[in-house]
């Protein structure tokens, strides 16, 4: 039971980190100068979306939620497979 205990208060917290992370990424996201600094927050903010679904199947127990993590990851695999290929012909 105290297995169980510490993992549940593990990802509780993680998932508290993770979206502080994010609010911080869509500052920079907001502000940033260029567009690579954008692309990059943007790259970023994806990843801490996988990184919460994973922490919040974790959380529940429900392993349902890992297909839509790996769903995002080739969806951002591929944006960021476009976007670089565009600023590189826009050069």
């Known amino acids: 039971m105290t297995d169980f205990s510490v993992l549940h208060t593990a990802s509780a ?7 502080i992370s994010m609010f911080v990424v ?20 994806s990843t ?3 990184g ?7 959380y529940t127990g ?7 993590s790996v769903i ?3 969806i951002t ?10 600023l590189e012909r826009r050069r």
């Open 13 to 19: 917290v993680s998932l508290v980190i993770l979206i």
């Open 26 to 45: 869509f500052i920079r996201l907001q502000r940033g100068p260029t567009l690579p600094d954008r692309i990059i927050s943007l790259d970023v903010f």
């Open 48 to 50: 801490l979306t996988i």
């Open 52 to 58: 919460i679904i994973a922490a919040y199947t974790v």
């Open 62 to 68: 429900n392993p349902v939620f890992l297909d839509a």
């Open 72 to 74: 995002v990851a080739v």
């Open 77 to 86: 695999f591929l944006g960021t497979v476009a976007i670089a290929r565009y």
